[in-house]
């Protein structure tokens, strides 16, 4: 089974602070992702990596940056969080084949910036 | 562009009935693929379905099966015989082929299943 993993389940912190949210998967898979989920706006992607030190933009981008420096793992940054960056962080992973490519979920991230 | 649209924001059902939610979607592309994902409370997506835009036979997994019809652009998933572990957040996406990370997600259908 494919397992991702995402660093915390719940994560709190000030306006201002540098926040890390960690990604792992165990299936070698190349191609990993971060979205954001909000009520009414579904899934929307922040960043997405197809490889080791590849990135790139997703729909919203502003105010986050990645980095990815083993294939295993994805590193979301959000460099000075604001409240509006309050929401649920999902993190996937895929493996870029036409035959079985499908993303697979973490367990998310609920950040709340105070 | 492509688009993904789930017209039902919520529904409710007994327990032991049927529901059908529903998925209609929008792209220019011949080739695509079409998934459904469901997120129960504990908030993790689980993937159930990945069908590709040449196969349009209808799908059957247990109590779950999956209605893709290209001609009206849809892909409907019905629950038989639902129980109450079946209520979640199902959400409906679009991706182009060679292209997963162009995947557009439906913003959702919440379903509740009552006892």
């Known amino acids: 089974d494919v397992k991702v993993t995402q660093s915390s389940r719940y994560l709190v912190k000030r306006t201002g602070e540098k926040v890390f949210l960690e990604c792992v998967q165990d299936m070698d898979h190349e191609n990993m992702f971060w979205y954001r989920q909000d009520p009414g706006l579904g899934l929307r992607l922040i960043y997405f990596?197809?490889?080791?030190?590849?990135?790139e933009k997703g729909d919203i981008p502003e105010g986050y940056s990645v980095s990815r420096e083993k294939k295993e793992r994805f590193s979301l940054i959000l460099e000075s969080a604001s409240t509006n960056q309050t929401s649920m962080y999902l993190c996937?992973?895929?493996?870029?084949?036409?035959?079985?490519?499908?993303?697979?979920f973490g367990p998310g991230t609920r950040l709340t910036v105070l | 562009a492509q688009k993904v649209t789930q017209a039902q924001t919520e529904i409710s059902v007994v327990e032991k009935e049927d529901v059908t939610l529903d998925c209609v979607y929008e792209t220019r592309d011949t080739t695509y693929y079409l998934f459904w994902y469901k997120q129960p409370p504990s908030g993790e997506l689980v993937f159930l379905i990945r069908?590709?835009?040449?196969?349009?036979q209808n799908e059957i997994s247990g109590r779950y099966s999956w209605n893709f019809q290209k001609s009206t652009s849809s892909f409907n998933f019905t629950i038989t015989a639902s129980q109450v572990v079946d209520s979640a957040v199902y959400f409906c996406a679009l991706s182009e082929a060679n292209r997963d990370d162009k995947i557009i997600f439906g913003k959702g259908t919440r379903l509740h299943i009552l006892p």
């Open positions: 990596s197809y490889d080791v030190k590849m990135k």
């Open positions: 069908r590709n835009s040449f196969d349009e």
């Open positions: 996937a992973s895929s493996f870029p084949d036409i035959y079985t490519d499908t993303q697979y």
